[in-house]
């Protein structure tokens, strides 16, 4: 068993995503056969991928390979990835982000709408062709996932908005009949960015009901999970993010004792969503020798974010132009 997280594994770095697992055992097959070292470097791009979308920790070994890994994305991909980063906005060049919001979604979208076979299929297949096929598949799933997560968080919005005792609630449980189980982590993390509660997005199937649970800055989601156990089938995940199994007939109770939770242990200053700024920033201190120092602590991600400047005391001189679907942004 490869697990550096048990406790008797003595490997140094214990923040490896499955996929930096599986780069462990090849490494460990190709050195023990006594191959070329480079016929492992050919899995980087794969790694890369593993570690943007299963979003763990950015530094260490998982930056080494990340920064490897993007190197061989932009350079010579594999078969699979490239066509499925054909399907993307063209770039000079992709990052983690790009990964995160580009490939990992239509990876992701086979297993959310119905088996993930074609993901798996256009990442080991070698004929582009055969591929590009694939590729497709993922594109046509990834966009019936945004219909339905668009749908369902349309539905799930307007059914808080037009109750005031939902609004007033410290914490958001919501069911729907119908609900998609593929797409209800993501509705939950939409209903979050909206409303700024943790929250739980069930979906019914055959009499249970599968939970899909996201939190807020600091709040343990988990934690409050495992205080209502005895109304839940089973659950697991981490601190901002859980998915959990109860009986349909147990989703009152478990409601009304997941409030009572949040309600006792969440503190009301961390009810109020913020930016946190790592520092304030003139204008003219923004230069090209700027962006070339803040690129070198590239690849960015959890634990080594982007980090996020403030200007203070600016207008728009009439330069500004409103950008987003929905013009809500200035650049």
């Keep these: 068993i490869l697990n550096p997280k048990r406790n008797d594994c003595e490997y140094p770095y214990k923040e490896l995503s499955g996929a ?107 004929d582009y062709n055969t591929a590009k096929k694939y590729a497709k598949v993922l594109s046509e799933r990834n966009h019936e996932r945004k219909e339905l997560d668009t749908d369902i968080t349309r539905d799930a919005i307007a059914m808080v908005e037009q109750s005031q005792r939902l609004m007033d609630k410290y914490s958001m449980v919501l069911k729907g009949e119908g609900w998609s189980k593929g797409v209800i982590g993501i509705v939950a993390s939409r209903m979050v960015e909206q409303f700024y509660k943790p929250t739980i997005v069930f979906s019914l199937n055959d009499g249970m009901l599968t939970g899909s649970a996201r939190s807020i800055k600091t709040f343990d989601i988990h934690e409050a999970i495992g205080a209502c156990g005895d109304l839940v089938e089973q659950f697991g995940g981490h601190k901002y993010a859980a998915g959990l199994t109860i009986k349909e007939e147990n989703y009152q109770n478990f409601k009304q004792k997941f409030e009572e939770v949040v309600k006792n242990t969440l503190p009301q200053e961390l009810r109020t969503p913020e930016i946190s700024i790592d520092a304030e920033l003139n204008l003219c201190d923004i230069t090209p020798k700027f962006f070339r120092i803040i690129n070198q602590l590239s690849p960015f991600g959890p634990q080594n974010m982007k980090p996020t400047f403030c200007s203070t005391g600016l207008r728009d001189n009439g330069y500004g132009k409103k950008v987003g679907a929905d013009e809500t942004h200035l650049k």
């Design 20 to 126: 930096g697992i599986g780069f462990k055992l090849i490494q460990a097959y190709n050195e023990k056969q006594g191959m070329p070292t480079e016929m492992v470097y050919d899995y980087l791009d794969m790694v890369a991928v593993s570690i943007a979308s299963d979003l763990v920790d950015i530094r260490g070994e998982n930056r080494v390979l990340s920064f490897y890994g993007l190197k061989k994305l932009n350079e010579n991909p594999s078969i699979g990835l490239q066509t499925l980063l054909e399907d993307c906005p063209k770039k000079d060049q992709y990052n983690i982000s790009d990964i995160l919001f580009g490939i990992g979604p239509r990876i992701n979208a086979a297993g959310r709408i119905s088996d993930a076979t074609a993901a798996v299929k256009v990442l080991i297949e070698k």
